[in-house]
């Protein structure tokens, strides 16, 4: 069973949010989430399954969620869901979308369902916790801070889901989700965050509210609540045996659902921003995340997370002014580029331009982590197309502020007279590794370039005849030519040497006052 992409359909105040989910009969299946809104047809449940064409042994029609399954809600004003984002990861589907606590303050908060995906047509399999976001972005996070142990009362920070992308590439799988504060407060300050919850944490939580429910009646070791059911549905929490959740991963008739945890999946921000964050994707480049984000304003602003959780927006890239992105954001099949749609149009925004920067302190200083400057090539370009970028020195990282661009140190000597040639050393620390068909050469000013000796960080080379040397200017005794290390065309570094003409000093001292 393959999963498709999640579809989006907006109207009349709700949000609709589907995800492929196998075949039956032949025809394909679709995993539906409706948004509650009362100028829609009643008795739609918010949790449904389609068939996309008309099955041979079924009358119904395409699309018609009658003969195959739904999430029984007994009053779906009551939770008023809307549903944000429809995902698909290996044989389950996660629905992200808020609703009404109607268990505490009534306020909308942020949850995840999960169900088996195409097997399980009368949802049995049905289990959801709600997500926390709180702190500051980048910090630990504080078990205790916000804690709503009986599912009563608002956990604070950013508990309205505005946009989800799960990244299966990542080790582990991470899911990436928007939210908004519930109560934005005094401006300036944050108003949306981004968060990210892994996959096996939040499949963890899931499975333990289902075993809890299958076996403990929802009780915890401490006899304290922990799962229970929801949406005014005649079921209960059981004692069956434990194995049960093994037995039937994706329930049956005879399990308790749908189950909901008390207990939140916690997390803290990986970057908050004052902006109205209302899209989001990811992806990965030489092994570092990269997270874009859509805002309510037309801006798309690009994320480096950290291994540790913390992100930082490195760069902020204007596509329809005014005019909000929609959470619908699409990488191409390269990676390259992503597809960004606002009201009024489809734009097509490069993930980055590194072949802008046409030297390398532009390249270095530009900081954007999809990009570095490739040494032997002299160009800035991605890692990847960097031919010897696995070498030592060869491609220096944008993002990294310890890179600098290979320099001349010392030169030595650092003047010489043009009547004798001599061998010029220059110390260049850095320098990227050769192999032995490799070399490297000297040019100096506009002389053609001669062989260079390399010892570790340092290149030899014989200075030119003096009758190869540019004259000296009227009244000066010296002359400076510029000396480049090169690496076939390319320059990689170079330096001013001075060359004195002995003869003109001594007339020029002569003919001093």
Not at 177 to 182: E, I, P, Q, S
Not at 245 to 271: F, M
Not at 391 to 414: K, L, M
Request: with cysteine; proline share 9%.
């Amino acid at each position: 069973r393959g999963w498709g992409r999640g579809a989006r359909r907006r109207g009349r105040g709700q949000e609709d949010e589907g995800i492929l989910a196998g075949e039956e009969d032949g025809s394909l299946l679709l995993l539906v989430g409706r948004g509650y809104t009362a100028k829609g047809p009643g008795g739609i449940p918010p949790l449904t399954t389609r068939r996309l064409a008309p099955s041979p042994s079924l009358p119904a029609p395409a699309f018609s969620h009658e003969d195959l399954g739904k999430l029984v809600v007994g009053s779906p004003s009551e939770y008023s869901p809307r549903f944000v984002a429809a995902l698909g990861h290996a044989g389950h589907a996660y629905f992200v979308f808020t609703r009404r606590n109607v268990r505490g303050a009534r306020e909308q908060r942020s949850y995840v369902a999960r169900v088996c995906g195409g097997g399980d047509p009368g949802f049995y399999s049905y289990v959801e916790l709600p997500l926390s976001c709180e702190g500051a972005a980048g910090a630990e996070e504080d078990p205790t801070a916000g804690k709503d142990r009986d599912g009563g009362g608002d956990i604070g920070g950013f508990s309205l889901a505005r946009a989800a992308s799960l990244d299966t590439r990542l080790d582990p799988p991470t899911l990436f989700v928007v939210l908004a504060n519930a109560s934005p407060p005094p401006s300036p300050a944050p108003t949306s965050a981004l968060c990210a919850y892994p996959l096996p944490d939040l499949d963890a939580a899931l499975n333990r509210a289902q075993l809890l429910c299958y076996s403990q009646e929802g009780r915890g070791p401490e006899g304290e609540e922990e799962a229970y059911i929801e949406y005014e549905v005649s079921s209960q929490c059981l004692r069956l045996p434990q194995e049960s959740l093994k037995e039937y991963p994706c329930g049956g008739e005879h399990t308790p659902s749908p189950i909901a945890s008390v207990r939140p999946l916690r997390a803290t921000p990986v970057v908050t921003m004052e902006a109205q964050l209302s899209a989001v994707v990811t992806t990965t480049e030489a092994g570092h995340t990269i997270a874009l984000l859509g805002d309510s304003q037309g801006q798309l602003h690009k994320v480096l997370v950290g291994s540790g959780g913390e992100g930082e927006v490195y760069d902020s890239v204007p596509v329809d002014s005014g005019s909000a992105v929609s959470a619908d954001l699409l990488l191409d099949r390269e990676r390259e580029s992503v597809y960004v749609m606002t009201n009024t149009k489809v734009s097509k925004v490069p993930v980055s331009l590194c072949s802008q920067h046409t030297d390398c302190p532009s390249c270095l200083s530009a900081r954007d982590p999809y990009c570095g400057w490739c040494v032997l090539e002299g160009r800035c370009s991605r890692k990847l197309d960097c031919s010897l970028h696995q070498r030592p020195n060869h491609w220096q990282w944008s993002y990294d502020r310890g890179n600098q661009c290979i320099a001349v140190e010392t030169i030595t000597p650092a003047n010489q007279s043009r009547e004798e040639p001599t061998q010029v050393s220059l110390s260049v620390p850095g320098l990227p590794s050769l192999s032995e068909a490799e070399s490297l050469s000297c040019a100096f000013g506009t002389l053609p370039a001669e062989p260079a000796i390399v010892t570790g960080n340092t290149v030899s080379c014989q200075s030119p005849a003096p009758e190869h040397l540019p004259p000296s200017e009227p009244g000066k005794d010296h002359v400076s030519v510029i000396v480049r290390v090169l690496f076939r065309e390319v320059t990689l570094a170079s330096s001013p040497l001075t060359f004195y003409d002995c003869g003109a000093t001594a007339q020029l001292n002569s003919t001093s006052p």
